[in-house]
């Protein structure tokens, strides 16, 4: 089982439909949400191939409505909400008549009504009845007032069809908004629902969120009661709508509507108590829990998705809500998947969840019975052909997948072209105006030359261009895989994966609602599910013979089913399966035939499974419906093949145990004339289509052709071909009648004509003549007569190539010299003479050509072709792959071919002119980040030579080993690089190098720094030096730098000069960073700062340093020797860090005042502290010079802080 995708289902250029309910753009509305997408299907069973898919992003919301039976008219449209962002949710639901859409944004709720359907023309999409009535009354939009930050919304109706909004608070409460009844008059409701006191759910948000052991890790970024998902279903029961939130608190709460409270609560841990002992998440884990609430038969599940350390499992509940109590009634639960989770859904029968692993979607399902508790194995889905690959293209082939590639959306060729040709207006989905908006940017610029209408010369850079929009083409179209969410058709019965332009369809739910696929439903016919089973086991590896005698099958296939079932019955170890299948055949035969009518309606649409025709009129296809058919088609051809093989083995079965059948003679007659001939022709069909897709070139017969042409003429016989009318829309490319032409046309070109004859001397004679178009006529012409060998024939095409190649055509030469070597590759000694090389050369030959006449990417080609098809190589072979790579500038294939040389004098010429290339074109980083895998010493060595070759100013080959080695993590090598490069510059007297040497070394040091703890070191000239001291060098010379007064000439001399000279040019900073680095006095830092007035830096400084004393002492005699006054705050701090070093200072100097503060403060502290120890020689002095300049108010202030301090000591007990 797989996944198809067909054309575009989701348009980007709808019609935008503008509602703006906010006038400016708050904080709340720039929340980041992830997409979200849905789907919509109708009550009505004459809309059963009806559907309205749409998705979120941002502020914009897309709806698409798509039918697989008529094509209809204003089918998308865009509803954009200006200044909101849309909270996940939305839901469209059907009432009244009424399409109504109910969407919830960060500020405002909506609700958006549409005209049904069954209420105008069936052509109409529901969006043709959009109006400024249905967007803008009163009662169909509101304002709600949130107290937090809205995350999650869900919405329902209610009982009385009244719209209901509930939307999660950051808090854990619920706000609940309720519109009133489309239609009528009435004001919006606001109420707020919340399980527990608002202080309380702080205090545990506090505890909890912020708090707790995961706070680091983003715990607090919600309370834990904010709820992690929100989703809503309606209580038959009561009538009511109940809300289901899932809470980081591990606390799952259904909340009424009706009562506007919670109703239960249940701890989510106590489910994983069997699974795990650690039953305490953490943030991580509860934030990749999900639920979802669906209804399947009318009875509504609760489906949870939990993770907790590592255990992964999906829970699915039944909720029991009556009046008096509500409860969750535990049905079943199975192990998820360590992936992300995007989506998942559940139906009657199947489980399926839809992940998201590198970008690209994983897809999983599992059969699951909720009456029975039971649930099977998980199954992969294959993405199938969802994602393109660039591939091996030929340019031939380029121009047809960009343009006119089913899977390819128009906006990712538009995007694509845009690189190459800017922008230009084309009409949405006009791929002809692309194609041609193409080549006018590429003729104006001269990359192609037209050669009439709709050619062009072809071109190495034509091809070159082309390549390069197909690479883009296919990265927009992977990017636009990337999915949103997962739907269910209801009414249809289809699984389809929704991404940002299509829906993915689910293969094997695909085909029950298309026209001429016939509904053959398991759970409708179990008597043939259990014996298509059986058979399965039955034949076993008899799949491999099936389709091993492909002739048999092709021609003979009842006939073949009929030899394996006397295969099968004569093998004595298949009894047992035997005879069970014995028994369920013949258990509800009318079943079984049943099944069996519908499954031969393969061949013929229109008629029913009875045999009756139906209708007159024939079946409707839409153009989407035509395009999902042939994708689908195309994705089950050999499941297809299979299943008629399984049938047809099901009916010799059944003829095999006729005398037991209790099956009417009629239906027995409609079996052999019938259903057995419709089957045999099918499965001939799906065995052909078979084998078409896996021939290869030397396959081609004619037996294949008119085996074909002979199906073709039974399926259009005039009886047949009335049948077989479909109607479609204008879009005649999505007839699926095309579909059968583009076969036709196909094995057309598929024919391979036989014969040929000699004329070898006549084509040396034209090509010396340069006459190339009568070369091409002439093999052409020879080659269909019947006399000449395998061998001449090739030889001839090996000449036609060589006049394609002259005359400037390298694809078409390209293509016959491959041709020419399969049909020389068996017999290459009969010409080998006359080619004057042998079988191994014969690639290395041709793509010399090429390369001669300027055709670097064919003879690359050429080079790959030699190692897939001879599966040789040499390293001649791999150097001119690797020159071949250069020429065509694509460097990272160049070193791939590089470092497959064996041979070390090959290989070191290799890399040579490898890196004297891309120097010379000025790229020289494009070979920094490559891998050289063996040829890295080589590489690094080459590079070193070089560099050391060259002088010292010539960056390039240093800054490439550096930016290598740094690629390569090895960082000790790379600062040993950078180091050698500053120490040669240091020693040229030439050169003007004290930037370049500075860059040189703070380059060495960012690399040693990422070098293990271990390995900071470097060893130069038998000398080790470790990071600090390479930090200090860089520094050193960066300083020079700055007071070299641009004489770069100049060489940093001693630290100690370089440091006054800093403060001389009043670069403090930079002299501070000096200081450090080379443990130079910071002192003079200061006084410069000081007698500068920089007060606040002065601050900075003593504060980064711990205030030192020193600095203090410093500033102060910086000011007091230049008589200037040293500030209060100065004096202030000075003397709360060291007052008698102030005192002293300041008494030198004959700042009293100053020395009496600085004397005051250290009484008072050796006071406070009990220090009976002062120092009594330096108060001395200052007494007696106080006493002698006869300053009484400073000496009477000193005296009475010695009292004070004599005082207190005395006070104290001994």
């Known amino acids: 089982m797989s996944l198809f995708s067909s054309i575009e289902a989701i348009r980007s250029d709808a019609p935008v439909v503008e509602i703006s309910k906010i006038s400016t753009l708050n904080t709340i509305s720039e929340i980041k949400v992830n997409p979200s997408s849905g789907c919509f299907v109708y009550d009505d069973p004459a809309l059963g191939n009806r559907f309205i898919i749409w998705r979120a992003i941002g502020a914009d919301l897309y709806l698409e409505e798509r039918s697989f039976g008529v094509n209809l008219k204003s089918a998308s449209v865009c509803f954009r909400f200006k200044n909101e962002i849309i909270l996940p949710g939305t839901l469209i639901v059907e009432a009244d008549s009424k399409v109504l859409v109910l969407v919830a944004t960060t500020s405002c709720v909506h609700r958006v009504g549409l005209t049904a359907p069954d209420e105008f023309d069936f052509g109409c999409s529901v969006f043709a009845s959009i109006g400024e009535q249905f967007v803008n009354h009163p009662s169909n939009w509101y304002v709600y007032n949130a107290m937090g930050t809205p995350h999650l919304a869900t919405c329902m109706l209610n009982a009385e069809k009244e719209a209901l909004f509930g939307i999660a608070d950051v808090d854990g409460s619920i706000l609940l908004v309720t519109l009133c009844r489309y239609g009528a008059d009435g004001p919006p409701t606001q109420d707020v629902l919340r399980h527990s006191s608002r202080l309380r759910r702080i205090l545990v948000g506090l505890f909890h969120g912020v708090g707790g052991s995961n706070a680091a890790d983003g715990g607090g970024q919600f309370g834990s009661s904010s709820v992690v998902d929100l989703s809503a279903f309606y209580s038959n029961e009561t009538s009511d709508v109940v809300l289901c939130s899932l809470s980081y608190d591990c606390q799952l709460r259904l909340w009424s509507c009706g009562r506007k409270s919670v109703i239960h609560s249940f701890d989510m841990r106590q489910c994983f108590r069997q699974f795990s002992v650690d039953d305490e998440p953490d943030w991580q884990c509860v934030c990749k829990w999900r639920l979802k609430c669906t209804e399947i038969e009318r009875t509504w599940v609760v489906v949870f998705y939990l993770s907790i350390k590592g255990v992964d499992r999906f829970f699915v509940f039944v909720p029991s809500i009556t009046t008096h109590q509500a409860r969750l009634v535990r049905c079943i639960d199975f192990p998820g998947f360590d992936l992300e989770v995007v989506d998942f859904c559940v139906n009657d029968f199947r489980f399926v969840a839809l992940y998201l692993q590198k970008q690209r979607l994983v897809l999983k399902w599992k059969e699951v019975c909720l009456q029975e508790y039971e649930h099977g194995p998980w199954v992969d889905c294959e993405d199938g052909d969802v994602y393109l690959s660039t591939g091996a293209v030929s340019a031939s082939q380029l121009m047809g997948k960009i343009f006119h590639n089913p899977l390819l959306a128009y906006r990712s060729v538009e995007r694509a072209l845009k690189i190459s040709c800017g922008d230009a207006y084309t009409p949405p989905g006009d791929f002809a105006s692309l194609r041609s908006k193409l080549f006018d940017y590429l003729e104006d610029n001269g990359v192609a030359v037209r050669l009439g209408a709709g050619k062009w010369k072809e071109s190495p850079t034509l091809e070159s261009t082309l390549r390069t929009v197909w690479t883009s083409c296919v990265q927009y179209h992977n990017a636009a895989m990337k999915p949103i969410g997962l739907v269910y058709l209801r009414n249809c019965r289809m699984l389809a994966v929704v991404t940002n332009d299509r829906l993915l369809f689910q293969r094997d739910t695909a085909p029950l609602v298309l026209g001429f696929v016939p509904q053959f439903k398991y759970d409708d016919h179990r008597p043939a599910a259990d014996c298509f089973s059986l058979i399965g086991r039955l034949v076993g590896a008899g799949d491999e013979q099936f389709f091993a005698a492909v002739e048999a099958a092709k021609t003979t296939p009842w006939q073949l089913v009929n030899d394996e079932l006397s295969r099968v019955v004569q093998d004595a170890g298949a009894n047992g399966l035997w005879q069970n299948f014995h028994r369920t055949m013949l258990m509800d035969e009318v079943a079984l035939f049943e099944a069996l009518q519908v499954l031969a309606g393969h061949l013929d649409p229109t008629v029913s499974p009875n045999g009756t025709p139906s209708k007159l009129t024939s079946f409707e296809l839409s153009s989407y419906g035509a395009s999902v058919t042939a994708a689908y088609f195309a994705s089950s051809v050999g499941d297809g093949a299979l299943l008629c093989r399984q049938a ?182 009969s010409v080998q003479g006359r080619l004057g090389f042998d079988k191994e050369s014969f690639f290395t030959n041709t793509a010399a050509l090429f390369d001669k006449a300027g055709f670097g990417e064919q003879a690359i080609q050429l080079c790959l072709d030699h190692l897939r098809l001879l599966e040789t190589d040499s390293p001649a072979l791999w150097h001119m792959l690797c020159r071949l790579y250069c020429a065509s500038d694509r460097y990272a294939e160049a070193v791939e071919a590089a470092v497959k040389i064996q041979h070390q004098p090959t290989l070191e010429d290799s890399l040579t002119n490898l890196v004297r290339r891309v120097v010379d074109r000025g790229l020289g980083s494009e070979l920094c980040n490559c891998n050289f895998g063996p040829a890295e010493q080589t590489f690094v060595g080459l590079l070193e030579k070089m560099a050391r070759a060259n002088k010292p100013t010539d960056d390039t080959y240093y800054d490439m080993l550096f930016g290598h080695l740094t690629f390569k993590m090895k960082y000790r090598t790379a600062a040993h690089c950078m180091y050698e490069k500053a120490k040669r510059l240091e020693a040229d007297p030439a050169a003007t190098t004290l930037d370049a040497q500075s860059a040189a070394l703070y380059l060495a040091a960012t690399a040693l720094n990422f070098a293990r703890p271990q390995f900071r070191y470097l060893y130069f000239d038998k000398q080790s030096i470790t990071l600090r001291q390479l930090r200090a060098e860089a520094l050193l010379v960066e300083c020079a730098l700055q007071v070299a007064n641009d004489n770069l000439h100049c060489k940093p001399t001693n630290p100690d000069r370089t440091f006054d000279q800093l403060l001389q040019k009043g670069q403090l900073d930079l002299a501070e960073k000096l200081c450090k680095a080379y443990e130079l006095p910071m002192e003079k830092v200061a006084s410069v700062v000081a007698l500068n007035g920089a007060w606040d830096r002065l601050k900075q400084l003593v504060d980064r340093h711990d205030h030192k004393p020193e600095l203090y002492n410093a500033a102060c005699k910086s000011l007091l020797n230049r008589k200037r006054p040293v500030p209060a705050w100065l004096v202030d701090q000075y003397k709360e860090t060291e007052p008698v070093g102030a005192m002293v200072l300041f008494l030198e100097y004959g700042e009293l005042e100053a020395a009496v503060q600085c004397a005051s403060k250290l009484l008072r502290d050796r006071a406070q502290e009990l220090q009976p120890i002062l120092p009594i020689l330096e108060l001395d002095n200052l007494y007696v010079i106080l006493e002698r300049t006869g300053n009484l108010n400073l000496l009477e202030t000193l005296i009475g802080e010695l009292e004070r301090y004599s005082d207190t000591l005395l006070s104290q007990p001994q």
């Open 648 to 829: 047809l083995f099901l009916m010799a079965s059944w003829c095999y145990f006729r005398p037991e059948s209790k099956l009417p003679s009629s239906n027995w007659t409609t079996i052999h004339s019938e259903l057995v001939p419709k089957l045999s022709l099918l499965c001939q069909c799906y065995v052909l289509l078979k084998q078409i897709a896996s021939m290869t070139v030397g396959e081609r017969c004619r037996s294949d052709w008119l085996l074909v042409a002979d199906f073709l003429r039974k399926f259009t016989v005039p009886g047949r071909a009335g049948n077989l009318k479909i109607k479609t829309g204008d879009v005649d490319f999505h007839h699926f009648g095309k579909f059968v032409v583009d076969l036709y046309v196909h094995l057309l070109k598929m024919f391979w004509p036989c014969g040929g004859g000699g004329c070898l001397q006549l084509v040396d004679y034209l090509l010396e003549n340069r006459m190339y178009a009568d070369v091409r006529r002439l093999v052409e012409s020879a080659n269909r007569m019947p006399t000449s060998t395998a061998a001449v024939k090739a030889l001839r095409i090996y000449y036609e190539a060589v006049a394609c190649l002259r005359a400037k055509e390298p694809q078409q030469a390209y293509e016959k010299f491959l041709t020419a070597f399969i049909g020389l590759a068996d017999n290459f000694h």
